[in-house]
């Protein structure tokens, strides 16, 4: 430990003096020796322990050595069982020190299951730390699994009200909370249980196991965005760990603030920690937090929209928006839906920018085919001849899906600086616009039939009712190729497959090249002809591929996350749901469990 030199020639000096004028009743010690030490506690700093050498006392603190003259000190009193010990100096002035100690279990002060009444997978404890600091929350996993939970939370006030989460259902959960210094070392630490209760299982996804690395794998659970039984149902959004086990969930249902909840693609975790969605029940937008609480809205009815599919926030801070324009309609005075797109800012709630996607792209386009499985109100027609489902950032510009035309890049002002779709059926006026493929060597596909979209080329395919646009920091993109009607065939009438697919664009010479694939080998296994996503995964560089709705299943019928080294096409991880409407989720996420910033 390093010795503050300026504080022990302070206290020799002042000891000097008293022993000078030992004589005198009145005489009191310098203050300096009360502030030394209300300044090493103030700052955290915990005393490790204390030993008496040469009439010296000696105090061991985690950041520094404190040396007071022997006769300076009254009394000493340690109780390792509350962690401090209880200083007197000679003058009567009684100073408490947080001091390294045996058990914490005191420091728990209440433990409260369910907080909010919509996440029976979460708690709260109500600690009292014995000095500032902060506090490690370890969800111990099932024996035989390597889904234990560990998160450092960022608070180091001493009363904290501190979240667990990653319960299990159903179990007696060993919960660990350690109390660590500012830095996260570890001082000392306590063991609670938690008993759950089972969840609800009537009407509830299925989550199985089929492939897991734990080795290889990206870290973090898989949130699933659960839409419910049916469009009519309330979503009810969950975690699920590498095991398969469900780790988190929001039963909103039993929110009064969610009673029609319908989040589309789902939750997304913002820069502050919690989670934004839209909500297509109620046209608004929502922030909730970990619990399900309800902490803003802002309502798009009473600016003019209904909403649809995507809320993201930009790197700006601002919420991009897929919407329907209330007043929006066609020539015949028939209304139009999902071609729109808004930025709102969620500070004043204001609409910065709209896009009207029928003064950028070709409107009069879309074939006079039925799949004779998409419900009316979803199929294609002139009133929702985009279907625009996504909106992303890419390049400084924007990103955009739309089910019936494809991709889309364009700026701000919103001019368009490209389409990546099948050629066949655009108008002259965009065709300017549209990609040309070029194949694995980089050389332009003559092929018409390739090029309109009739075919597939050698390593290149268009995609097809395509989700979830993904800028990678290659410069390329990633996309969820559903499938839908491919090559123009509905897709009763055809073995079809749904896919992860890597573009290179080259804005200079109009071209696109494929990359690389996933899922066309896998065919019916992974085909899902509308919602689903796919994910680009930081630390390991691996893909998630997710197919979410009508994906057959050892039990049924539902969706499958796959997460795949794009390098070797091995799988490392994959999940199997299974959903009693069929549909298992509109997208799944790869994230941790904690936001950084709780």
Same mark, same amino acid.
């Given at each position: 430990?390093?010795?503050?030199?300026?504080?022990?020639?302070?206290?020799?000096?002042?000891?000097?003096?008293?022993?000078?004028?030992?004589?005198?009743?009145?005489?009191?010690?310098?203050?300096?020796?009360?502030?030394?030490?209300?300044?090493?506690?103030?700052?955290?700093?915990?005393?490790?322990?204390?030993?008496?050498?040469?009439?010296?006392?000696?105090?061991?603190?985690?950041?520094?050595?404190?040396?007071?003259?022997?006769?300076?000190?009254?009394?000493?009193?340690?109780?390792?069982?509350?962690?401090?010990?209880?200083?007197?100096?000679?003058?009567?002035?009684?100073?408490?020190?947080?001091?390294?100690?045996?058990?914490?279990?005191?420091?728990?002060?209440?433990?409260?299951?369910?907080?909010?009444?919509?996440?029976?997978?979460?708690?709260? +404890?109500? !600690?009292?730390?014995?000095?500032?600091?902060?506090?490690?929350?370890?969800?111990?996993?099932?024996?035989?699994?390597?889904?234990?939970?560990?998160?450092?939370?960022?608070?180091?006030? $001493?009363?904290?009200?501190?979240?667990?989460? @990653?319960?299990?259902?159903?179990?007696?959960?060993?919960? $660990?909370?350690?109390?660590?210094?500012?830095?996260?070392?570890?001082?000392?630490?306590?063991?609670?249980?938690?008993?759950?209760?089972?969840?609800?299982?009537? @009407?509830?996804?299925?989550?199985?196991?089929?492939?897991?690395?734990?080795?290889?794998?990206?870290?973090?659970?898989?949130?699933?965005?659960?839409?419910?039984?049916?469009?009519?149902?309330?979503?009810?959004?969950?975690?699920?760990?590498?095991?398969?086990?469900?780790?988190?969930? !929001?039963?909103?249902?039993?929110?009064?603030?969610?009673? #029609?909840?319908?989040?589309?693609?789902?939750?997304?975790?913002?820069?502050? &920690?919690?989670?934004?969605?839209?909500?297509?029940?109620?046209?608004?937008?929502?922030?909730?937090?970990?619990?399900?609480?309800?902490?803003?809205? =802002?309502?798009?009815?009473?600016?003019?929209?209904?909403?649809?599919?995507?809320?993201?926030?930009?790197?700006?801070?601002?919420?991009?928006?897929?919407?329907?324009?209330?007043? /929006?309609?066609?020539?015949?005075?028939?209304?139009?839906?999902?071609?729109?797109? $808004?930025?709102?800012?969620?500070?004043?709630?204001?609409?910065?920018?709209?896009?009207?996607?029928?003064?950028?792209?070709?409107?009069? %386009?879309?074939?006079?085919?039925?799949? &004779?499985?998409?419900?009316?109100?979803?199929?294609?027609?002139?009133?929702?001849?985009?279907?625009?489902?996504?909106?992303?950032?890419?390049?400084?510009?924007?990103?955009?899906?739309? %089910?019936?035309?494809?991709?889309?890049?364009?700026?701000?002002?919103? *001019?368009?600086?490209?389409?990546?779709?099948?050629?066949?059926? =655009?108008?002259?006026?965009? #065709?300017?616009?549209?990609?040309?493929?070029?194949?694995?060597?980089?050389?332009?596909?003559?092929?018409? +039939?390739?090029?309109?979209?009739?075919?597939?080329?050698?390593?290149?395919?268009?995609?097809?009712?395509?989700?979830?646009?993904?800028? !990678?920091?290659?410069?390329?993109? !990633?996309?969820?190729?559903? @499938?839908?009607? %491919?090559? =123009?065939?509905?897709?009763?009438?055809?073995?079809?497959?749904? #896919? *992860?697919?890597?573009?290179?664009?080259?804005?200079?010479?109009?071209?696109?090249?494929?990359? %690389?694939?996933?899922?066309? +080998?896998?065919?019916? /296994?992974?085909?899902?002809? +509308?919602?689903?996503?796919?994910?680009?995964?930081?630390?390991?560089?691996?893909?998630?591929?997710?197919?979410?709705?009508?994906?057959?299943?050892?039990?049924?019928?539902?969706? #499958?996350?796959?997460?795949?080294?794009?390098?070797? @096409?091995?799988?490392?991880?994959?999940?199997?749901?299974?959903?009693?409407?069929?549909?298992?989720?509109?997208?799944?996420?790869?994230?941790?469990?904690?936001?950084?910033?709780?």
């Amino acid at each position: 430990m390093q010795v503050n030199k300026f504080l022990l020639l302070l206290i020799v000096v002042t000891a000097t003096l008293f022993s000078c004028r030992r004589d005198r009743k009145d005489v009191t010690p310098d203050p300096a020796i009360q502030k030394a030490f209300e300044r090493l506690v103030d700052g955290g700093s915990l005393l490790n322990s204390y030993t008496l050498e040469n009439n010296v006392y000696v105090f061991r603190f985690e950041t520094e050595e404190m040396r007071i003259p022997a006769d300076q000190i009254g009394s000493i009193a340690e109780q390792k069982e509350q962690w401090k010990t209880t200083v007197t100096l000679r003058s009567g002035a009684v100073i408490t020190v947080p001091s390294k100690g045996t058990e914490l279990g005191f420091m728990v002060e209440s433990v409260t299951l369910n907080p909010s009444g919509y996440n029976p997978l979460a708690a709260v +404890a109500e !600690l009292r730390l014995p000095a500032t600091g902060r506090v490690q929350v370890t969800v111990v996993g099932k024996e035989g699994s390597n889904c234990t939970i560990t998160h450092l939370c960022q608070s180091s006030i $001493i009363r904290q009200d501190v979240p667990i989460l @990653g319960l299990y259902p159903d179990y007696n959960n060993t919960v $660990i909370l350690t109390f660590t210094d500012k830095d996260g070392k570890p001082r000392g630490s306590t063991q609670i249980r938690v008993q759950t209760a089972p969840l609800p299982v009537q @009407g509830f996804p299925v989550p199985e196991k089929i492939v897991a690395q734990p080795g290889k794998m990206e870290p973090g659970v898989n949130l699933v965005s659960y839409p419910g039984e049916s469009e009519a149902d309330v979503s009810a959004p969950y975690m699920v760990d590498a095991d398969g086990e469900i780790r988190w969930v !929001l039963l909103l249902k039993q929110s009064p603030d969610f009673q #029609r909840f319908g989040a589309s693609i789902g939750l997304k975790r913002t820069k502050n &920690g919690h989670f934004i969605s839209g909500d297509g029940q109620q046209h608004r937008i929502v922030e909730i937090d970990m619990f399900g609480k309800l902490l803003r809205q =802002w309502d798009l009815a009473r600016l003019g929209y209904t909403f649809h599919h995507e809320v993201t926030e930009a790197a700006n801070g601002n919420f991009l928006i897929t919407v329907s324009k209330s007043s /929006a309609r066609l020539t015949n005075g028939k209304p139009r839906v999902n071609d729109f797109i $808004i930025e709102l800012n969620p500070v004043n709630g204001n609409v910065v920018k709209e896009w009207d996607l029928t003064t950028m792209m070709d409107s009069a %386009r879309y074939p006079k085919t039925t799949d &004779g499985s998409t419900p009316g109100p979803f199929a294609q027609s002139a009133g929702n001849w985009a279907h625009n489902n996504s909106i992303a950032e890419h390049g400084g510009h924007l990103l955009m899906t739309m %089910r019936y035309q494809g991709l889309a890049s364009f700026t701000a002002a919103g *001019a368009v600086k490209w389409i990546l779709s099948p050629h066949k059926g =655009w108008g002259e006026k965009y #065709r300017k616009f549209l990609l040309k493929p070029v194949d694995e060597q980089g050389v332009l596909v003559t092929d018409q +039939a390739v090029i309109d979209g009739d075919a597939p080329g050698q390593g290149f395919e268009w995609s097809w009712g395509p989700h979830t646009p993904v800028s !990678l920091p290659n410069g390329n993109i !990633l996309v969820f190729d559903n @499938g839908y009607n %491919r090559h =123009w065939i509905p897709n009763a009438q055809t073995q079809n497959y749904s #896919r *992860a697919v890597e573009y290179k664009i080259d804005e200079t010479k109009g071209t696109v090249q494929q990359v %690389r694939q996933y899922g066309k +080998a896998r065919g019916a /296994a992974g085909f899902s002809q +509308a919602l689903s996503g796919v994910q680009y995964l930081k630390s390991t560089g691996h893909i998630m591929f997710c197919p979410g709705m009508g994906v057959p299943t050892a039990k049924g019928f539902g969706g #499958r996350v796959v997460e795949t080294d794009p390098a070797t @096409g091995e799988v490392i991880f994959e999940l199997e749901i299974t959903a009693p409407s069929g549909t298992a989720f509109h997208r799944v996420t790869r994230l941790s469990l904690y936001p950084e910033n709780l």
